[in-house]
Structures are given as C-alpha cells and as structure tokens.
T-cell receptor, first 114, second 115 residues
Framework: DAGVIQSPRHEVTEMGQEVTLRCKPI?????LFWYRQTMMRGLELLIY????????DSGMPEDRFSAKMPNASFSTLKIQPSEPRDSAVYFC????????????FGNGTRLTVT | GENVEQHPSTLSVQEGDSAVIKCTYS??????FPWYKQELGKRPQLIID?????GEKKDQRIAVTLNKTAKHFSLHITETQPEDSAVYFC??????????????FGGGTRLMVKP
C-alpha cells in the first residue's frame, strides 16, 4: 500500500497565482480530509469528503479556497488567487468507513506564496 | 463543536525519564481518542488510540489513559529515547451531523529528549 499520495511536495508561487494541490487517498478509503498546518494555528481541518461528497467545508477560510473530489481516488484543493498568508503545509488524509478508524496522512505539500 | 486543549506546549526531559502529555475535550459524546507523532518535516503518524469503552491502553513504552467523567486523556511515554523527540498531537472524534466522525486536534506538544 503506497499510502496517501500528495503532489507536489513543494510549491512556490507568486501572490495572485492559482495553486492546485492534489491527493490520492488509500484505495478503499471512503473519507478524505484536507488539513492546513501552520505554526500559529496548528492543524486546521479545511474540508471533509465522505463517498466523494463534501460533508463539512466550514473550515475553508475564504471563497478563494475550493476543493473537489471527482472520484474515489482523487481530490484537489485549489487556491485562487493565492496570498502570502496562505503559506503553510497542506495535508490530505483518508480513512476507511465512517466509524472511528485511524486517519492516515499524506506527506503534505509545503506551499510558499511570495 | 468539539474543543481539544493540550498541555504542555513544550516538554523537555532527560533520556530515560518519563514524559506525560495531557489533553482535555469538551464534547461528552466524543468516543475515539488517537495520538499522533510528527517528526520534523514529516507527516503526522498514528502511534496509539483509545476508544471510550476502555480506560487504559499500552503498547510497549507508550500508554494512554482516558477519564470520560473528567473529559481528559493522557499520553505516557516511559524510558524516553532521543528518537522520541517530535511533536505529539492528541485528537478527539466529533460527530458530523451528516456522516461519520471528524477529528479535532489539540495544539501539539513539542517533546525534546536530551541524551
């Protein structure tokens, strides 16, 4: 099992540019989560999908952020336009079932917006 | 929603000593409490978890205790080693109104084990 796969590992972009982060969950997992991690705010849940359907997006900071899950094996998090305060590590995580099963994290994407 | 408080934010111990990290939660309906270890530049990884039907769970040098009445749970690491140095996160499950459970994370504890 390759685990949760995220790309790119690092992204450096200029303010105002569009950024797209990608995630492939573990095969068979039906829940997918996007988290943002910063020193100041820790791990913040941005959005959560269950069976490809967005369940809770209350953590999405602004309309500049959007997420999609077109199928069970792929999700994207898009920021448009990006701002320097969006600089953070973005983690994708997946979990099997709706019960209290462990959350598996990807290696994250370190985003730097200059 | 759920609120998870974690203390201390930093913890420095001598190699071989024990380390204890404590968390409190607010939602009495929470019933799943995992702990994650995050090494510098890496992803959080699950090290141990406990469900509300038990009060304690051990796995070699790590143990977790849960007090549902007081709504707090703790991570205990015995015989600490330098490789235990990392940031540790506690979490509590929160019931989503539509489906499944979400995890709410504590703020993290940076553990430093001095050789």
């Amino acid at each position: 099992d390759a685990g949760v796969i995220q790309s790119p590992r690092h992204e450096v972009t200029e303010m105002g540019q569009e950024v797209t982060l990608r995630c492939k969950p573990i095969s068979g997992h039906n829940s997918l989560f996007w988290y943002r991690q910063t020193m100041m705010r820790g791990l913040e849940l941005l959005i959560y999908f269950n069976n490809n359907v967005p369940i809770d997006d209350s953590g999405m900071p602004e309309d500049r952020f959007s997420a999609k899950m077109p199928n069970a094996s792929f999700s994207t998090l898009k920021i448009q336009p990006s701002e320097p305060r969006d600089s953070a590590v973005y983690f994708c995580a997946s979990r099997a079932g709706q019960s209290n099963s462990p959350l598996h994290f990807g290696n994250g994407t370190r985003l730097t917006v200059t | 929603g759920e609120n998870v408080e974690q203390h201390p934010s930093t913890l420095s111990v001598q190699e071989g000593d024990s380390a204890v990290i404590k968390c409190t939660y607010s939602d009495s309906a929470s019933n799943y409490f995992p702990w994650y270890k995050q090494e510098l530049g890496k992803r959080p990884q699950l090290i141990i978890d406990i469900r509300s039907n038990v009060g304690e769970k051990k796995d070699q040098r790590i143990a977790v205790t849960l007090n549902k009445t007081a709504k707090h749970f703790s991570l205990h690491i015995t015989e600490t080693q330098p490789e235990d140095s990392a940031v540790y996160f506690c979490a509590a499950s929160t019931q989503s109104p539509n489906a499944g459970n979400m995890l709410t994370f504590g703020g993290g504890t940076r553990l430093m084990v001095k050789p």
